[in-house]
């Protein structure tokens, strides 16, 4: 299975007793449908994500880029403290390909400014 959707919050790197090592982070999946009365409807699901190959990839999965994930989906089933059973989904990664970057933060915690769009040109062209 393959999902595409943007990182959330930057990866961590978690250690199990036994040694091993796992990148976990989280992928948000944006869809959109027209309902039959014309209604536009946005549906965002969100995946918790392990990575088992290598820890070193952490660097490189910072919140806000846009990735491609490749692997098995599972669901994990428990119950909260109140005995309401709740659910999520886990997907378990085997690659990982880049699609965009996240954009670059200023020290003041915002995104640079866009430089100004170019004027289009008003040559008439005879094509």
Not at 14 to 35: A, I, M, P
Not at 83 to 110: C, M, Q, W, Y
Request: net charge positive; aromatic share 8%.
């Amino acid at each position: 299975m393959e999902i595409t959707g943007r990182i959330t919050a930057d990866a961590k790197i978690s250690k199990l007793t036994d040694g091993r090592e796992v990148t976990g982070f989280t992928l948000v999946h944006n869809d959109s449908y027209q309902t039959k009365s014309g209604d536009k409807k946005q549906v965002s699901t969100f995946l918790r994500c392990s990575y088992w190959i290598t820890p070193k990839i952490t660097d490189y999965l910072k919140k806000g880029a846009i990735i491609t994930v490749y692997g098995r989906i599972g669901l994990d089933v428990y119950k909260d403290q109140q005995g309401e059973a709740k659910g999520s989904l886990t997907f378990h990664v085997n690659d990982i390909k880049f699609i965009a970057r996240p954009a670059a933060v200023t020290a003041t915690g915002s995104a640079p400014a866009q430089p100004a769009s170019k004027p289009e040109a008003t040559d008439d062209l005879p094509f």
